[in-house]
């Protein structure tokens, strides 16, 4: 039984400054900002295995070690996928035939230029002349280089009478290694 002459929430301790409740949890963020947010920290309770298999893997790029262990049943990250187009038509081949390997060979062409887009990014060069107020001349200029290694083709698909589409895949561990061996980071 409590005495009688204490009330039924008295402080049995002198008051606390709101600065020393603050003071763990300061000292715990600290710690943790020496090596940088983790993408798994900031994963959603009811994220799918995809995405958290996807923010383990921005922490491995990022050279900080998983939360949470990687099951052997767990789906693995979706692959890049790039894919170009081209017309039969303007290849320069004498023959059907050739103009259609040609239109082929381009689309392929288009899609590693769409996955080096994806894994190295794109450089843009734009100049813009104005006299009297007025645009006179305005070019954009794109321009894309890297090193691609491991990407497949999965398909190879005509488009209408005079068309091919390619796409291609590129695994995400493989965009890592290259990343890692270009001494880029991702």
């Not at 070019?139 to 990407?151: D, E, F, H, N």
């Given at each position: 039984?409590r005495p009688a ?8 301790n002198?008051?606390?400054s ?7 949890v ?9 090596q940088?947010?983790?993408a798994?920290?900031?994963l ?6 995809q995405?958290v298999q996807?923010?383990?893997l921005?922490?491995m790029l990022?050279?900080?070690e998983p939360t949470?262990d ?10 890049l996928i ?12 004498q023959?059907?035939n050739?103009?259609?390997l ?7 062409m ?10 190295h ?8 002349l ?6 006179r ?5 794109a321009q894309v ?6 990407a497949?083709?999965?398909a190879?698909e005509?488009?209408?009478e ?14 890592a ?10």
């Amino acid at each position: 039984m409590r005495p009688a002459s204490r009330p039924l929430f008295a402080r049995s301790n002198p008051p606390v400054s709101r600065a020393a409740y603050f003071l763990p949890v300061v000292a715990a963020l600290a710690a943790c900002g020496a090596q940088g947010p983790r993408a798994t920290d900031s994963l959603p309770p009811d994220a799918s295995a995809q995405t958290v298999q996807l923010a383990q893997l921005k922490d491995m790029l990022d050279g900080i070690e998983p939360t949470v262990d990687v099951t052997a049943n767990a789906l693995r990250p979706a692959p890049l996928i790039g894919r170009g187009f081209a017309q039969v038509a303007a290849q320069p081949g004498q023959t059907l035939n050739q103009r259609r390997l040609l239109a082929m060979r381009a689309a392929r062409m288009e899609a590693l230029r769409d996955l080096t887009e994806q894994v190295h990014g794109l450089r843009l060069r734009s100049d813009s002349l104005l006299r009297d107020a007025v645009l006179r001349d305005d070019t954009v200029a794109a321009q894309v280089q890297g090193t691609l290694r491991g990407a497949r083709t999965t398909a190879i698909e005509p488009r209408g009478e005079d068309g091919y589409v390619v796409t291609l895949e590129l695994d995400t561990d493989t965009v890592a290694y290259v990343l890692r061996a270009l001494g880029e980071r991702p």
